[in-house]
């Protein structure tokens, strides 16, 4: 759980290690996730059904939890700039097959990492007081356009044709 800064913005990072699931089931569900907002990735992880997004959320949990105690920025207001999973060691195995063989059984592991970072401008949320209805700018009425003819193409090659 570290932190890496550069010269204007704070990039945060958290990082599960030796996660007992293929780096490439992680990544389906890092995919979806890269590029949004943390309010955002935490809807979609709850709402994915594979076991990849329940680790993956708790390495978001803990990358949020860092940027608030280390760097007091606010949670809900931070992107996911990146998200990979790199592959560990794996773990080799023997399955015991027909006539004395043996199959080997490979038990893979994963480095999950999220990197955090303050939303630019244009992407957060814009707060503005609310108008009273009074004061509200009134909305000019569009010219009101012809309706659609419900009749189909050919009519209208015929009336084409007939002209």
């Known amino acids: 759980m570290a932190a890496e800064t550069t010269t204007s913005d704070v990039r945060v990072r958290a990082q599960a290690r030796w996660v007992r699931m293929s780096a490439r089931k992680a990544r389906v569900?890092?995919?979806?996730?890269?590029?949004?907002?943390?309010?955002?990735?935490?809807?979609?992880?709850?709402?994915?059904?594979r076991a990849a997004a329940t680790e993956i959320e708790r390495v978001l949990r803990s990358a949020v939890a860092n940027a608030e105690s280390v760097h007091a920025l606010d949670g809900d207001e931070l992107v996911v700039?990146?998200?990979?999973?790199?592959?560990?060691?794996?773990?080799?195995?023997?399955?015991?097959r027909a006539r004395g063989r043996v199959n080997?059984?490979?038990k893979r592991t994963c480095h999950i990492t999220i990197v955090l970072a303050e939303a630019p401008a244009s992407r957060r949320p814009r707060r503005?007081?609310?108008?009273?209805?009074?004061?509200?700018a009134p909305t000019p009425e569009a010219p009101a356009a012809e309706a659609p003819s419900k009749r189909g193409t050919r009519a209208k090659k015929k009336e084409g044709a007939a002209a």
């Open 29 to 49: 569900v890092l995919d979806n996730i890269r590029g949004r907002t943390v309010p955002e990735a935490r809807t979609v992880l709850a709402f994915t059904p």
């Open 81 to 96: 700039v990146a998200a990979y999973a790199d592959e560990g060691p794996t773990l080799k195995r023997w399955r015991a």
């Open 104 to 106: 080997r059984i490979r």
């Open 128 to 136: 503005q007081a609310a108008q009273p209805a009074s004061e509200a």
